[in-house]
């Protein structure tokens, strides 16, 4: 977007408000490039490795990078997405805010992508940079010289492979995405990199690779998979959101039993999980 383009609009739902209550305004090391961290996905239930990703992306910016994190955000996706076992916005958000809030000293909730149609993710992007930069005017330094602030998409390993793979995402979104902004990859098990990265050369120096040095593979699905078999989840989930879950009754009331008796019982079946090639953080 060049200095001469008009500044983009877009649609807030209802009663909205930017958060910003831990965007940290005054930058601590004025060498460094500020940046924010968006996690696009469904948190269906939001889990400690939505959470852990931004950790891992803090550490590796502080060891590895000329950045300085100033946020951190979530940022659920709208019910219009359609991905099966997505439940309602208003819990999704809820929860990431029990998540965020009582877990976390610098994490935020934007419930902006939640609450209204579809918003693709180089367009929630370009909201975090409009709200970051052109509303808030962005971060200063110790001195008072404005910084602009870059966004950044955080995001785990899967998201990368549908991005090398021909006709997924739209070529202008890409260069959108990974040209302007970049991208922090969390690593997976089982993904291999090398060869998406190979397919996504052009951008290579906006794409910043992080390992996992204590593999984690607890994902949404598992957890809806877990609960829909009355399964526990505590300590895979924060213990707010565990809460939530069960004071709601949620991800049991779908036709699946609510307990293991009640499987055995019935002579039901395991409970089925349909997944599809997310354009956003899948989980």
Known sequence: MSSNSPPPTFQDPPEYTFPAHRLNTILRDSSK????LVA???????????????????????HNTD??????????????????????????VHMCNLAAEQTSNWLMVDPWEAFQSYQRTAVV??????EINT?????????????????????GSDLI??????????????DHILGRYGVLIIERAGADM???????????????LIHQLIQN???????????????????????????????????VDDGAPASAEKEKEKGKGKAKEATSSSLKVPS
């Open 125 to 130: 992007l370009d909201h975090f940079d409009y």
């Open 40 to 62: 696009c996905g469904s948190f269906s239930p939001v889990t400690y490795l939505h959470l852990r990703m931004f950790e891992m992306a803090r550490d590796y910016v502080r």
């Open 67 to 92: 950045f300085e994190i100033v946020g951190g955000y979530l940022s659920p996706v709208s019910d219009q997405y359609k991905k099966p076992g997505l439940l309602a916005a208003a819990h999704r």
């Open 217 to 251: 593979d607890v994902s949404s699905t598992k957890v809806r998979l877990f609960l829909r078999r009355g399964l526990s989840v505590r300590y895979l989930l924060p213990s707010p959101v565990v809460d939530y879950i069960e004071e709601h009754g949620l991800y």
């Open 33 to 36: 490039q500020p940046i924010v």
């Open 194 to 208: 090398d060869q998406a990265i190979d397919s996504l050369a052009r951008w290579r120096g906006n794409i910043h």
């Open 161 to 174: 492979a549908t991005m090398s793979e021909p006709g997924v995402w739209s070529e202008p979104d890409l």
């Open 135 to 155: 509303r808030l005017g962005g971060v200063t330094t110790a001195d008072g010289e404005q910084r602009h602030v870059r966004v950044m998409l955080l995001a």
